[in-house]
């Protein structure tokens, strides 16, 4: 599989074309933003361990069933992925009260919500990913109403699945981002699960083991990426 043109650099990845039209390939970089880019930093190694997170994650959707980009890892910071369109809706799933929620509505974090929530907001940094609803998304024709049934259901699926999956590890999964995208007639789970867009808590500690503790200053992020990475790959 060859590396082709380049197609597109997001916060933390590049997108390349390959010898596959219906094949790209995915290079996870060590760059860690928050805030809309303003915070920027660069974390030694985060890319390989966000390469590997993920493709755990995928592997283990597929596996359940849940039909992903994952082809398969091609190096230490590339994956292979299906190619897609992406839907510019991102889609958050919480089991548990934090970040803009708990400001929002007032809800101090660590709250159990008494029902898992789903959020939308329009994939737009300019806008800084505003929240938006159904009426927005078919009123700005970002997706199809069946789109939309398809997406939840497989969000609610992923949470499923990876909230007992974590849980057996000693993780808790508060909240997590998704995207999904097009890929001929199907809808595929797009992007990454990766500690950059989920939440993970130490089940017994409650210690933030995610991109919060970039967002906040607080230090020993690549640690925290290890320690998840050492947990699902067999400790603990
Ligand atoms: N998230 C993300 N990318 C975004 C916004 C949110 O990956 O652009 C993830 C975030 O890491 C968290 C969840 O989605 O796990 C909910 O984030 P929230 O809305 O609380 O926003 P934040 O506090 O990150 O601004």
Redesign the pocket.
Do not use: H, P, Q
């Given at each position: 599989m060859k590396k082709g043109e380049f197609l597109y650099e997001g916060k933390a990845k590049k997108i390349y074309r390959t010898d596959d039209p219906e094949l790209y390939l995915v290079e996870f970089k060590d760059d860690a933003t928050?805030?809309d880019g303003v915070k920027k930093d660069s974390l030694a190694d985060k890319g390989i361990l966000n390469n590997r997170l993920s493709a755990i994650f995928f592997e283990l959707l597929e596996e359940k069933g849940v039909e992903t980009h994952y082809e398969k890892t091609v190096s230490e910071r590339e994956m292979l992925v299906k190619s897609l369109e992406i839907i510019p809706v991102?889609v958050?799933v919480?089991n548990i009260a934090?970040?803009?929620?708990?400001?929002r509505l007032g809800i101090p974090e660590g709250t159990v919500m008494k029902k898992t929530v789903l959020?939308f907001?329009l994939?737009d940094d300019e806008l800084h990913?505003p929240m938006i609803n159904h009426y927005h998304i078919y009123a700005m024709d970002l997706a199809e109403p069946e789109e939309m049934a398809e997406i939840e259901k497989v969000a609610l699926r992923v949470n499923e699945l990876l909230v007992p999956y974590l849980r057996d590890k000693g993780i808790t999964l508060?909240?997590?981002?998704l995207e999904f995208g097009r890929h001929g007639d199907k809808i595929l789970l797009g992007d990454e699960i990766s500690p950059?867009?989920?939440?993970f808590w130490d089940s017994s500690s409650q210690e933030k083991l995610?991109?919060?503790r970039f967002?906040r200053d607080m230090g020993g992020v690549v640690e925290a990426y290890r320690e998840v990475l050492r947990r699902l790959e067999g400790g603990e």
């Open positions: 928050a805030f991102e958050i919480r934090a970040g803009s929620l708990s400001k959020e907001s994939k990913d508060v909240d997590f981002k950059d867009t989920c939440r995610d991109k919060d967002r």
